[in-house]
């Protein structure tokens, strides 16, 4: 790694959270996030309305960072930002901010691509937690992906596997919906499982060839399950949701981890890191610890406010492509479906 010390602030404004970062090199300084409440009335996020959170938030978020990390703007070398894939509306906030940003800095702009950066958010340097070699296997899982992702360097990586339909986080909060839990289901439905029974209930795993994931199957099935049963017992869910959600929980982590042990015989690759906001589930964690011990898996977990969208992530990228000098022009436009 480069000896002199380089000032990156990152910006992530992909989805419904406002973050500002300050790296120096690959030492998190500061990680500012602004989530946003509103959308938990409408169970879902709602592009229009986050885009607007965002320009609320963006100027103190960023402020905010700067301060706590102890620097002024003039000390930063270069502006590191999400260009995609997220909610086109989101992304425009961040894009325009950076880039007006970088201009009247007259520092170098880096576009970051979010997907990377949530598997680069493992080479962060956090004390206690390893960072993953060449090449590994990194799973992102989260609201809105599901990847199975072949990592030979930095800057080299390959899908593949990937969901056709549903994201995992998606499917954790539809099943979430369905028994009246709250937006986002995934930490609640998390909790319960952990006073269940992950084997009271069988739900049948979609049958997907290769690597690719389907959630949407699994989704249905849960639905007609709860129906049928609620039909014959208007109780059923109050009675049984500790089990109920052990065994969604279950089936869940069983497709991801099927797909792992695949991805890892086909590549005879064993390191395996994991990255995005389902990551924080603590049925997943458990099942990467002991797949360490069935299948000699080195897993690997970034620090938990590295999992979800965080712009630490998205520095972390950008000071990896500042030492290669590979910046971004001013006319760089944001990208609402980027492909790693």
């Known amino acids: 790694m480069s000896s002199q010390n380089i000032y990156i602030l990152g910006i992530e404004s992909s989805c419904d959270d406002t973050s500002a970062s300050i790296l120096l090199n690959n030492k998190v300084l500061s990680n500012v996030v602004a989530s946003q409440k509103i959308h938990e009335e409408y169970g879902g996020v709602v592009p229009e309305l986050a885009s607007r959170a965002h320009q609320q938030n963006i100027v103190p978020v960023v402020h905010q960072a700067i301060k706590k990390a102890g620097i002024t703007k003039d000390m930063l070398h270069a502006i590191a930002f999400t260009r995609g894939p997220g909610l086109m509306g989101s992304l425009l906030v961040g894009t325009s901010f950076a880039k007006s940003l970088a201009f009247g800095l007259n520092i170098p702009l880096i576009d970051v691509n979010h997907m990377q950066a949530h598997i680069l958010a493992h080479f962060i340097d956090e004390s206690g937690f390893n960072k993953p070699p060449f090449p590994f296997l990194a799973m992102t899982i989260s609201g809105g992906h599901t990847q199975i992702v072949k990592v030979t360097n930095y800057f080299e990586m390959e899908v593949i596997?990937?969901?056709?339909?549903?994201?995992?986080?998606?499917?954790?909060?539809?099943?979430?919906?369905?028994?009246?839990?709250?937006?986002?289901?995934?930490?609640?439905?998390?909790?319960?499982?952990?006073?269940?029974?992950?084997?009271?209930?069988?739900?049948?795993?979609?049958?997907?060839?290769?690597?690719?994931?389907?959630?949407?199957?699994?989704?249905?099935?849960?639905?007609?399950?709860?129906?049928?049963?609620?039909?014959?017992?208007?109780?059923?869910?109050?009675?049984?949701?500790?089990?109920?959600?052990?065994?969604?929980?279950?089936?869940?982590?069983?497709?991801?981890?099927?797909?792992?042990?695949?991805?890892?015989?086909?590549?005879?690759?064993?390191?395996?890191?994991?990255?995005?906001?389902?990551?924080?589930?603590?049925?997943?964690?458990?099942?990467?610890?002991?797949?360490?011990?069935?299948?000699?898996?080195?897993?690997?977990?970034?620090?938990?406010?590295?999992?979800?969208?965080?712009?630490?992530?998205?520095?972390?990228?950008?000071?990896?492509?500042?030492?290669?000098?590979?910046?971004?022009?001013?006319?760089?436009?944001?990208?609402?479906?980027?492909?790693?």
């Open 161 to 340: 596997g990937e969901t056709l339909d549903d994201a995992v986080g998606e499917a954790f909060d539809k099943s979430g919906k369905i028994l009246g839990l709250g937006y986002p289901a995934g930490p609640e439905i998390d909790k319960r499982a952990q006073l269940g029974n992950p084997k009271a209930f069988q739900f049948t795993k979609p049958k997907v060839d290769g690597l690719n994931f389907s959630f949407s199957g699994l989704k249905t099935g849960i639905l007609y399950f709860i129906q049928k049963e609620v039909k014959a017992n208007p109780n059923f869910i109050s009675e049984r949701l500790n089990d109920i959600c052990a065994s969604i929980q279950y089936t869940i982590i069983g497709i991801l981890i099927d797909k792992l042990k695949l991805a890892s015989k086909h590549t005879g690759i064993n390191h395996i890191a994991i990255g995005g906001g389902v990551s924080a589930n603590s049925g997943i964690r458990e099942a990467l610890k002991k797949g360490e011990q069935k299948f000699g898996w080195t897993t690997y977990v970034p620090k938990f406010e590295y999992t979800t969208d965080n712009a630490a992530m998205i520095a972390i990228v950008g000071y990896l492509k500042f030492l290669e000098h590979d910046f971004a022009d001013q006319n760089i436009s944001a990208s609402a479906r980027l492909k790693i």
